[in-house]
């Protein structure tokens, strides 16, 4: 059973950051890898898929690297509206996994 | 433009079962799959399951496959979800989201969700 662990937990910043969110993958997922960005009450939304392909709508602020085990989401200048959770997902062999979510606060 | 719209809150006892309709529309909906995604604050997210409204495949987490049963009604885009045997950790925010597949991953990724249902689990 493939684990995703993400780090940090939580992350501190101010507008205008660059910020790092790292998952890793158990076994290798080679580039089935999607990114999440919450809001509390709301749902997901997809912000990046296999691992570094910016789903339609999606701010260039945002960048996605990585494959095998190990991924990288990076926020370039850092906007109000970025400030959320932001959760890994791995897709393949008919598994489908999240990491525990990255918390993103001023 | 596409929309997935759940039904709304359902409070149930131990033991008792949920069915939770996801209608989608914006989009053809036999062409993609709908997953089920749960999500609890112990828990985080959870994937429970896709199917396929093309030809009804399904794929299960193995932690829910004994008592969970996905379904979809192609002639009114809707995906239905039911989970039996109710307990209390059970009590979760319940989402669809719609799939895409790709062949060489043999998995697909979440682009559109539904606002989510609140299932909460109670005696």
């Known amino acids: 059973d493939i684990q995703m662990t993400q780090s940090p937990t939580t992350l501190s910043a101010s507008v205008g950051d660059t910020v790092t969110i790292t998952c890793r993958a158990s076994?290798?997922?080679?580039?089935?890898l999607a990114w999440f960005q919450q809001k509390p009450g709301r749902a997901p939304k997809l912000l990046i898929y296999q691992a570094s392909t910016l789903q339609s709508g999606v701010p260039s602020r945002f960048s996605g690297r990585g494959s095998g085990t190990e991924f990288t989401l990076t926020i370039t200048g850092l906007q109000p509206d970025d400030f959320a959770t932001y959760y890994c997902?791995?897709?393949?062999?008919?598994?489908?996994?999240f990491g525990q979510g990255t918390k993103v606060d001023i | 433009q596409v929309q997935l719209v759940q039904s709304g809150p359902e409070v149930k006892k131990p033991g008792a079962s949920v069915k939770v309709s996801c209608k989608a529309s914006?989009?053809?909906?036999?062409?993609?799959?709908i997953n089920w995604v749960r999500q609890t604050p112990e828990q985080g997210l959870e994937w429970m399951g896709w199917i396929s409204p093309y030809n009804g495949k399904t794929h299960y987490a193995q932690k829910f496959q004994d008592r969970f049963t996905m379904t979809t009604d192609a002639s009114t885009s809707t995906a239905f979800m039911e989970l039996r045997s109710l307990r209390s950790d059970d009590t979760a925010v319940y989402y669809c989201?719609?799939?895409?597949?790709?062949?060489?991953?043999?998995?697909?990724?979440?682009?559109?969700w539904g606002q989510g249902t609140l299932v909460t689990v109670s005696s």
């Open positions: 076994e290798s997922i080679s580039s089935w």
């Open positions: 997902q791995q897709y393949n062999d008919y598994s489908w996994k």
């Open positions: 914006g989009y053809t909906f036999i062409n993609y799959g």
């Open positions: 989201a719609r799939g895409i597949w790709v062949g060489q991953a043999r998995g697909g990724y979440l682009d559109f």
